[in-house]
């Protein structure tokens, strides 16, 4: 179904270059970040009172990578979160005639747009906690199905630039944020498993023709090229109001989809509270990141960008990042920190998507 090499080929021939630099700047950078990354873990775990509840969790991997790097990160974690859907759409190809012949065409066909996907996302992604990472030989760690944090530096280093803050101090900022995630997914055991379960069961749950999940990635690839097309007076036609993944929802994954756009605005607003939180103590312009990066988060780019944003389903992203603070906020300010980290006590303590926009609900919930 998907020529994997052949994507991770396609993402790095397309990916755009990164800032300039000279190599003892690029050096420092690594050097730098990987410091913050290491100082990050005490901050973080002394103010959200989260400990891993495996030694062998606050070892996992923090890699610094390029944009390619990512790329390659990221194909590996695809083809192991889609096998069980790729599996499926293959077994039903190979009994249609020429199967055979169609499976070895579409699967370069996808890989290229797969790798036209990559290489609009590498460029815009400042940290990740790879959740569900193998080993690889290009990245190592994701031993025993554990996760790492990946730092793209470029990518770090270009939007510091953009902003003018100081890069010391928004370095150590966005290593706050991802570390949080690895606090997170490190002291909640369940937490892991919980997620990688509602995946695979959303996955399970598809029931496509090859055709028409090859023509969902060919409508993200003519998105980048700048082709898709528009309905009257430049409206984007269903398909961009939706956004992909809106397109292959039967009810019983609208709502998995629903438990997992709570779990994920939580994941995403406790890391922003957390970024935050920890920040006047250790990040001396943190007001100023914090003003400067939101108004770039809501400014986006071009039309083209913000088109892709929406297919793609970022816009709903930055809205978890906003909702799922304002939970985390209002929580703590109700219960204080112990009494919102309730929340990691079982799959469920965690808030619906409802208890998100409304963090009463959810108090009262765990009051009764």
């Known amino acids: 179904m998907v020529d994997w090499n052949l994507a991770v080929a396609t993402a790095t021939r397309l990916v755009r270059p990164g800032p300039e630099v000279t ?22 775990r002394g103010f959200t009172r989260m400990q891993p509840d495996r030694p062998s969790e606050s070892d996992t991997p923090v890699l610094v990578v390029d ?6 990160a990221n194909v590996a974690g695809f083809r192991e979160l889609l096998s069980p859907l790729l599996e499926k759409v293959q077994e039903r190809r ?33 940290g990740q906690y790879e959740t569900f990472a193998p080993v690889t030989r290009d990245l190592p760690g994701g031993a025993d199905g554990g996760g790492r944090l990946l730092l793209v530096a470029p990518n770090i280093v270009h939007v510091e630039r953009e902003l003018e803050v100081d890069p010391h101090d928004f370095r150590l900022w966005v290593c706050l944020h991802e570390e949080t995630h690895r606090t997170q997914f490190a002291s909640v055991p369940w937490l892991r498993d919980h997620i990688q379960g509602e995946i695979q ?4 749950e598809t029931d496509m023709d090859p055709g028409t999940l090859l023509e969902r ?6 998105s980048l090229s700048g082709t898709r097309s528009q309905g009257t007076e430049g409206e984007e036609q269903e398909t961009g109001r939706a956004g992909l993944v ?22 995403e607003g406790h890391a922003d509270y957390v970024m935050d939180g920890v920040g006047p103590q250790v990040v001396p312009s943190v007001s100023e990141i914090r003003e400067k990066f939101q108004k770039r988060r809501a ?29 985390v906020r209002a929580v703590v300010e109700e219960l204080g ?6 929340v990691w006590t079982s799959p469920n303590t965690l808030p619906t998507k409802s208890e998100i926009a409304s963090p009463a609900d959810w108090i009262a919930r765990m009051r009764s």
Do not use: C
């Open 23 to 44: 190599r003892e700047e690029a050096r420092a950078a690594v050097s730098e970040l990987r410091r913050h990354a290491k100082a990050s873990e005490e901050h973080v």
């Open 67 to 72: 944009r390619p790097g990512w790329v390659r």
């Open 94 to 126: 190979a009994g249609t005639p020429g199967g055979a012949v169609l499976g070895a065409v579409g699967g370069k066909v996808t890989g290229v747009e797969v790798g036209m996907l990559l290489s609009f996302l590498a460029s815009r992604v400042l």
């Open 201 to 204: 069961a959303f996955l399970s």
């Open 217 to 222: 990635l060919r409508e993200v690839a003519q």
């Open 246 to 267: 809106e397109l292959v929802q039967t009810p019983t994954q609208r709502e998995i989809l629903s438990r997992l756009t709570a779990v994920m605005s939580l994941l």
């Open 299 to 327: 400014k986006g780019a071009g039309r083209l960008d913000q088109a892709l944003r929406k297919l793609l389903g970022l816009d709903a992203k930055l809205r978890q990042y906003r909702e799922g603070e304002r939970y």
């Open 337 to 342: 920190m112990e009494g919102f980290n309730r």
